[in-house]
C-alpha cells in the first residue's frame, strides 16, 4: 500500500511552510501537488512528493531558468 502523509508531514519531508500547501491546495497556487481527501482529512502519496522533487531537480541554473518559461 502506498505511504500516505499529513499535510504536516508532507510539509517537512519538502522542507517547506505547512501553510504553504494548505494555501496552495485551497488557490490552486503554488505548489501544484495531487492529494487525496478522506472526509474531512488531507493526505499526500510519498510518491508524489518524490515526483515532485525529481521534477524540480537540475543540473544547473541554466536549466532551472528553462524550466520556468
Known amino acids: 500500500m502506498e ?5 504536516h508531514q508532507a510539509s517537512e519531508y519538502l522542507n ?8 496552495s ?3 490552486g497556487i503554488g505548489i501544484n ?3 487525496i481527501k478522506v472526509g474531512k482529512l488531507v493526505r499526500y502519496k510519498l510518491s508524489d512528493l518524490e515526483a515532485y522533487i525529481e521534477s ?6 541554466g536549466e532551472a531558468k ?4
Do not use: G, H, Q, V
Open 3 to 7: 505511504t500516505l502523509l499529513d499535510t
Open 16 to 23: 517547506i511552510d505547512p501553510k504553504s500547501l494548505a494555501n
Open 25 to 27: 491546495r485551497s488557490t
Open 33 to 35: 501537488l495531487p492529494f
Open 56 to 61: 524540480r531537480t537540475y543540473n544547473t541554473a
Open 66 to 69: 528553462e524550466a520556468m518559461k
